[in-house]
């Protein structure tokens, strides 16, 4: 896969010679299990994958060149271009300036733009009406585009089934700006609907079923459907694609549910499936599968706990916690500054959208065993700042310099 040119601040010596390592051992990918990070008293079990996904390293490489190449110039970000509240920092320390919040609030009015100024698409990519807006002004748009390519593939696939006068079924979360890119994407070649979790695709599939009146359809998909969305008409074939963070065992069941109505409403054979629901397969990235991959991998072993490091508006991270939950007391935090002290912690609960201040975080035990890993947005030196200083907690943050000699030494002995 294609390398990038990242800030040095966001990377981390250790876990960069970890990565190497496990690379080294499993170019296929086919181990999930977790790296054991020994410290004596504190024993650290660190996710086999983690860290900056190949669209996230695209958008800082292609925002840092933008700094680069327009000196003197106004430069703009359409939003946060991803969600990690450290990176977003440095851009606009840098004098990068953001149009429009995360829920797509305006920040800075579109009257205010000239056609010299350069406005970066951020790695969500954004709607076909907001890239007319710049347009409009003389700005273009897609010179610096960092719209990852797996939400294009997305994209592309909305289109296709589109073409074939599949209606497509979005499973993302309606706000959240690459749900709505995917939204404005797909809905200029199909009738599009936004389901935001299973519950939601079983609302769906009650108008299909002929169960609700299609009256109720528009007041409870309010917002998520396209113009002239037809409930009777347009649910007769369907495709579904997603966000690309959402978790990968709901989207199962959520096209595995659509799929299993129109079966029966249609009386449908495997031979004939297809004619009424598309074959898109799940349109999950590749990052994606593999962090919660390696989540369940990790979550074969044994701890007491589980610190999950990202931006608290990120929904891949949000997922990787959501999956933590389910089995052990975890810690959803931005950076090392949330660990206040050995017992107090300040840690974001993502089903009430708070911040929590917990004591006791870390049991009396010896050894301790935490798990650790982080979202696709979140930089590796974040993840390394919660190491340092979990493990000065115990004065045994000198280990990690021995750790990373050791690991280094290993990728060098195996490079020879
Ligand atoms: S999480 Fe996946 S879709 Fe999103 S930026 Fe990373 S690689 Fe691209």
Redesign the pocket.
Known sequence: MKTFNIPIIYRSPLISAIKERRKQQDRMKKDFLPTMLDFGPVQVLLARHFGF????E??IEISFRALDENPGKRIFLLSEM?HNPHVNQDLRQRGIRFIMDTAGKQLIPWDTFRPDDIIIIP??GTTLEIEEQLQARGVTPLRYNTT????ERVWNKAEAIGKKDYTVIVHGKPGHE?TRATFSHSRAHAPTVVVRNLKEAQQLTAFIRGTEPPGRFYEIFKGQYSNGFDVEKDLQRVGVVNQ??MLATETQSIADHIKEVMTEVYGLSPANAFDRFADTRDT?????NDNQSAILGMLRENADLAIVVGGYNSS?TSHLVELCEQQLPTYFISSEEKMLSRHEILHWNYHTQQELHSSGFLPEKEPLRIMLTSG??CPDALVEGVLRKLLAFYGLEDKIDEMVKHYTRQNEGTAK
Do not use: K
């Open positions: 996904c190949y669209g996230v695209n958008a991803i790695a969500f990852c390519p797996f939400v690459e690309t963070t999950l990235c590749y990052a994606t891949n696709a947005s």
